[in-house]
């Protein structure tokens, strides 16, 4: 199961996981794109495919999601969580209900889907989950924004989390890219200066999706993919936060 199948990683991600020989249930909110991801991985791969239409901002979707699953005898093992979107602005730019939506889909639904699902692939003794995370929960947190320290705790809960389940067989990994060719800077509305960073600081959705379907097989604790993202994540490992601090782009600190 993959969510924010729609487009970008999360889409990437249901056409290479179709390609490998996985039949797929895909979740998002946008059903036309995700029956014309079902037609082409049917076509490519013969993947058999459940499209659940979901906006896991409202608190009852997961309960939704596996019920659904429950009611069509759908067993999953290996659960790719990697909806998410980012909110421009500072903390007051917004109001509360718009960070409670931001929260729900960033911290509440996945772990939600994550505690659900976990028991049977532990029953079965085999089972992945990839928990699409962030180089940005690696490095300084640009002035009001919540984006870093929620994935923070994704990367965080994810290692805890591959703890909990070492010798049972199912394995977690959080995956934390960095700049990646996808519409999320489009959403974001900050694609013009996105576009002046160096082409050596992106990756393409192809490469970050291998990444993480390779580390999360070998069940490593985390994937940085990508050698300047390697870079950017032990510099911010080793130099102190009041140097790191710096590094943030005048553009993010003046927003």
């Not at 993959?2 to 249901?14: K, M, N, P, Y």
């Not at 895909?26 to 076509?43: C, G, M, Q, Y």
């Not at 959705?205 to 580390?215: E, I, R, S």
């Amino acid at each position: 199961m993959v969510t924010g199948a729609s487009a970008g990683l999360g889409r990437e991600f249901a056409v290479m996981l179709a390609q490998r020989g996985h039949d797929l249930v895909v979740v998002a909110r946008r059903t036309d794109r995700l029956a014309e991801l079902k037609r082409e991985v049917a076509e490519k791969y013969g993947a058999r495919t459940k499209v659940v239409t979901e906006d896991l901002s409202h608190a009852a979707a997961p309960r939704r999601i596996i019920d659904h699953l429950r009611a069509s005898n759908l067993e999953i093992d290996f659960l790719v969580n990697n909806a998410g979107y980012g909110l421009n602005g500072r903390f007051l730019t917004h109001d509360w209900a718009t960070h409670a939506d931001f929260l729900q889909v960033m911290v509440g639904s996945w772990l939600q889907l994550t505690h659900a699902l976990l028991p049977a692939m532990v029953r079965k003794g085999r089972g992945r989950v990839l928990n699409v995370s962030s180089l940005a929960s690696l490095c300084p947190e640009p002035p009001g924004s919540l984006y870093s320290p929620v994935k923070c705790l994704m990367t965080s809960a994810s290692r805890a989390l591959r703890h909990d389940l070492l010798g049972t067989g199912v394995h977690c990994t959080a995956l934390c890219p960095g700049f990646t060719y996808t519409e999320f800077h489009d959403v974001l509305g900050n694609r013009e200066n996105m576009s002046k960073l160096p082409s050596f600081m992106w990756q393409s959705a192809q490469q970050v999706c291998t990444a993480g379907l390779d580390a999360v097989e070998r069940n490593k604790p985390m994937m940085v993919p990508g050698a300047f993202n390697k870079t950017a994540a032990v510099l911010c490992r080793v130099l102190p936060y009041s140097m790191t601090s710096k590094f943030i782009p005048k553009s993010v600190m003046e927003r």
